[in-house]
């Protein structure tokens, strides 16, 4: 079983940049293709960006499209998220999660970090 670990998360202003990492522990993270979800309070968890297992695949929820970009690097275990020009309705709690096939939903995603809070000041 893979455990993730988020970082990064911060407050920023609007049109400003973050980076955020998810580092995996316990089994290789190129097992796994990789997501990065966002919620806040009252609302359901929703897609931000998925990664395949190699990096060879990108794709993005169309609110994030232009402006984040996920990635990763397999030979340290970690993924990343890219967030530029951010606006005040990025403020969420960030998640990643890994799972065995790239999907754009949540359930098709089996472990799941404890998230980071990013905030983005008008």
């Known amino acids: 079983q893979v455990q993730l670990v988020e970082s990064g998360g911060g407050l920023v202003q609007a049109g400003g940049s973050l980076r955020l990492s998810c580092t995996a522990s316990?089994?290789?993270?190129?097992?796994?293709?990789m997501g990065w979800f966002r919620q806040v309070p009252g609302k359901e968890r929703e897609f931000v960006a998925g990664i395949s297992r190699s990096g060879g695949a990108t794709y993005y929820a169309d609110s994030v499209k232009g402006r984040f970009t996920i990635a990763r690097d397999n030979a340290k275990n970690t993924v990343y998220l890219q967030m530029n020009s951010l606006e005040p309705e990025d403020t969420a709690v960030y998640y990643c999660a890994a799972s065995l096939s790239t999907s754009y939903r949540t359930d098709r995603y089996d472990t799941w970090g404890q998230g980071t809070q990013v905030t983005v000041s008008s």
């Open positions: 316990g089994r290789t993270l190129s097992t796994y293709a």
